[in-house]
């Protein structure tokens, strides 16, 4: 089974603030990473794609999308030794798309978002 967020370590890295874990998950919900990378991907413009790539990665990896970053890990490597990224992006897009579906269900699902006892709901 794929883990798309480790919400207790989400936690960990935050200090164990609550408030801001879930705000900063509801606003990678909202942000333009994705369709800048396929944009620039499509243009052939790799050095800006790399630097979002990297970002989505940094991201990621703070936050504990656990999938996510590691998808974004090969992404920016292979964009940085300037390999074959189709097959990798696909799987990317694929992933990209699950965490944020995961991400709204945490935040907006009451038996979901539980963590040590703790509800992520958001409304």
Known sequence: ??????????LLRLGGNFQIYKTLLEKFTHNDYY???????????????????????GTAGNLSLTALFQIATALDSALKKEEDIQPIFEEFKSIYEATISEIKKTLYDDEEGSVDGQNLKYR
């Open 1 to 10: 089974m794929v883990e798309f967020i480790n919400k207790e370590e989400g």
């Open 35 to 57: 369709s800048r990378l396929c944009h620039h991907l499509t243009n052939n413009n790799f050095v800006e794609a790399k630097a979002i790539a990297h970002t989505i990665k």
